[in-house]
């Protein structure tokens, strides 16, 4: 199983980063990579790096050290095969979620730029499904290959998203979208429908 969740991790990078920007690049021309303007804030810098640092925590040093005998921390093929099934619907939910947003997806927030709010589909149920998503399937990888490293990229990759929505995207959002994100943030869940809403 740990083999099954490397090729799994490699095929979700593939999906959300490359296959992704492929399709923003054919609608509209533009790569939606924003990753350059991100890097200027070091706020933003630093969480992407602890959400980099966890993923490949999780998706590769964990899968490589359950390989070699490095103790998985559970050894259960219902827990694995529950990860394989997690990991699955996370990544579509991920590319569905990423679709769903169209001309406003981006890959990192340019605070000089605004686009649309995109508030219908999945975003009707939690503002951040993509970041959702992005947990179900980091749970399910670990979940294949349940080692210490695993977990601990995992709770890396929960504490970068908080921070990145926390500290980034909403203040971004409240600033660019005022009242409409307000209303919008007041009526619908951060991560999970009907919890953390803005009061």
């Known amino acids: 199983m740990a083999i099954t969740a490397l090729i799994l991790f490699i095929t979700f990078l593939v999906l959300v980063g490359g296959v992704r920007t492929w399709v923003q690049v054919r609608r509209t021309g533009d790569t939606g990579d924003r990753r350059a303007a991100a890097r200027r804030d070091p706020v933003q810098r630093r969480i992407d790096g602890l959400a980099a640092m966890g993923a490949l925590a999780l ?3 964990s899968p490589v050290a359950a390989l070699v005998g490095l103790g998985p921390v559970v050894e259960s093929s219902l827990v694995e095969v529950g990860g394989l099934v997690l990991a699955v619907l996370g990544m579509v939910a991920t590319f569905a979620a ?3 947003m169209g001309d406003s ?4 927030v340019d ?3 605004q686009t649309t709010l995109v508030t219908s589909g999945p975003f009707r149920l939690v503002r951040n499904p993509i970041l959702t998503a992005v947990l179900v399937t980091c749970t399910g990888l670990t ?3 349940p080692t210490v490293v695993g977990l601990a990229g995992l709770v890396a990759v929960v504490i970068a998203n908080q921070l990145l929505v926390r500290r980034v995207e909403e203040p971004y959002l409240r600033r660019v979208h005022g009242e409409d994100y307000l209303l919008y943030a007041a009526a619908v869940g951060r991560f999970v429908p009907g919890i953390g809403r803005l009061k």
């Open 111 to 113: 605070p000089d730029e």
């Open 59 to 61: 998706g590769v040093v």
């Open 105 to 108: 997806w981006r890959a990192g």
């Open 143 to 145: 979940l294949m290959a």
């Open 98 to 100: 990423q679709l769903v």
